[in-house]
């Protein structure tokens, strides 16, 4: 193995003019004081658009009296909403940002002494209540149907729980038929939408062969979705090619956002909630609809936030759960969205960024800033199991576990460290030879969950 690796080296080398090899090498900062493992890696292209935008947003919706409110004044800190026990308490959304809740990030901080730490952020819209005829403007339908269209998910609250004080607008709690209801009022929403779409696309004409592909496209997916709801079904459910979903992706139909249903119980029923039927018919109902779903407590959320942190970790283990429901959401959010997160850290912070699963380093590089993606050159990447057992960027290089496109842990090569360090002053050579060479491999390194990154570029 040695021998074939020299030979290429020396071959590499041959091929590369002495000035510019030394421009480039200065460029990418090799050590040779460091034992590290460069390696190149040919990966599937996953699309995504250049300019991300991570500003995720979260619409709250429910019939009145089902908690939404007072779920959303516990999960926003200063929320603002004027939770009360009649409908249409919240004339206009309310608003709010909550830091994801992340433990990985104060280790990271702690480790690489930073002055401050930057978790990601989710941004929660409490939603009026909304009722049957929504859609034809019955109670304050339209006007919160529109600030639906506004958000990436739908959090539909459900009521679960029992209380003779608390009316319920439809006079019983029926978890079945309160999302019926709601899911109506979307499904006509978009059927009327559809079918006005539908009329200006049959009477209209494409003005060149690339919009006609298009607007057949768009044509071919309506029809079909106009045919799902017809059965009660949503868009989302409706399989589209690439192409269908760009042309009907201007719409914003409702019933396309990805929906997670969470079901509000009492507090008695947070530590088993399967005993719970009306948990029981939202768990049935969301599969049935390809969504997600969730059990919280609105109630005891909002009883959390009158006590001292130190405290609430103890009433929820009285209470028999390890986790507030905000925690619960989130994540909820993240996986139906397809959503993950890495980190940078240094001494001037340590920050958590959301990036969706599946993209490139410099398609996450460019959610920090454009110019990182237009710049990119490289970036060093650790596993945050790695990089805590390490306990620092620079012993992480030391130990090998530092990769530069793509990331490569240790539990991953077949050869050991030592063969490493013997090989090291030939492998930089030939690594570096190859990166050069075959760049856009590296780029399209895909970010995993939890990698801690340190992005290099040029502008």
């Excluded at 034809?136 to 003779?164: A, P, T, W, Y």
């Excluded at 779409?197 to 003005?207: M, Q």
């Excluded at 454009?370 to 990447?381: L, M, N, P, V, W």
């Amino acid at each position: 193995m040695a021998r074939a690796a020299c030979s290429s080296v020396v071959t590499a080398l041959s091929l590369l003019p002495s000035k510019s090899h030394h421009l480039l090498r200065n460029q990418f900062s090799f050590s040779g004081k460091s034992n590290k493992f460069v390696g190149v890696l040919t990966l599937e292209r996953r699309c995504f658009s250049s300019t991300v935008s991570m500003s995720l947003k979260a619409g709250i919706v429910g019939l009145p009296n089902v908690g939404k409110s007072t779920l959303f004044n516990a999960v926003v800190e200063n929320g603002k909403a004027q939770a009360a026990n009649f409908p249409f308490c919240t004339i206009e959304p309310n608003v709010g940002i909550v830091a994801v809740p992340d433990s990985r990030l104060q280790v990271l901080s702690k480790l690489t002494n930073s002055q401050k730490v930057v978790p990601a952020s989710i941004e929660f819209v409490d939603i009026a209540g909304l009722v049957k005829g929504a859609s034809q403007g019955e109670g304050l339908g339209n006007k919160f149907l529109s600030h639906i269209r506004e958000v990436d998910s739908i959090l539909q609250v459900v009521r679960c729980f029992e209380d003779n004080d608390i009316v319920h607008v439809n006079g019983k709690v029926d978890p079945t038929s309160d999302i019926d209801v709601i899911n109506l009022e979307l499904i006509f929403c978009d059927l009327d939408q559809i079918g006005k779409r539908l009329d200006r696309l049959n009477k209209g004409k494409p003005k060149d062969s690339q919009s006609k592909v298009k607007e057949e496209a768009e044509k071919s997916a309506l029809q079909r979705i106009q045919e799902a709801l017809l059965d009660g079904k949503p868009a989302r459910s409706v399989a589209l090619n690439d192409l269908e979903k760009d042309a009907v992706k201007h719409l914003c139909l409702l019933t396309m956002k990805p929906m997670i249903y969470v079901a509000n119980v009492a507090e008695t029923d947070l530590a088993d909630p399967d005993k719970n039927s009306f948990v029981q018919q939202v768990k049935a109902l969301s599969s049935d609809l390809q969504s997600g779903h969730v059990v919280v407590s609105a109630q005891v959320e909002s009883e959390l936030t009158e006590l001292p942190l130190d405290e609430r970790t103890e009433y929820l283990n009285s209470l028999g759960v390890s986790e507030s429901g905000l925690g619960n959401l989130i994540r909820a959010t993240y996986s139906l969205l397809g959503l993950q997160t890495y980190f940078t850290s240094g001494e001037k912070e340590t920050r958590a960024w959301t990036i969706h699963a599946g993209m490139t380093a410099p398609q996450a590089a460019s959610v920090i800033h454009s110019d990182f993606e237009k710049g990119f050159i490289r970036a060093e990447t650790v596993a945050y199991e790695d990089f805590v057992s390490a306990g620092s960027l620079a012993a992480a290089r030391d130990k090998g576990l530092v990769g530069f496109f793509p990331s490569i842990h240790k539990n991953e090569l077949n050869i050991s460290y030592d063969s490493l360090r013997l090989l090291r002053s030939f492998l930089e050579y030939y690594l570096f030879f190859l990166l050069v060479q075959l760049r856009s491999e590296g780029k399209e390194y895909i970010v995993k969950e939890g990698d801690v990154m340190l992005f290099r570029f040029n502008v």
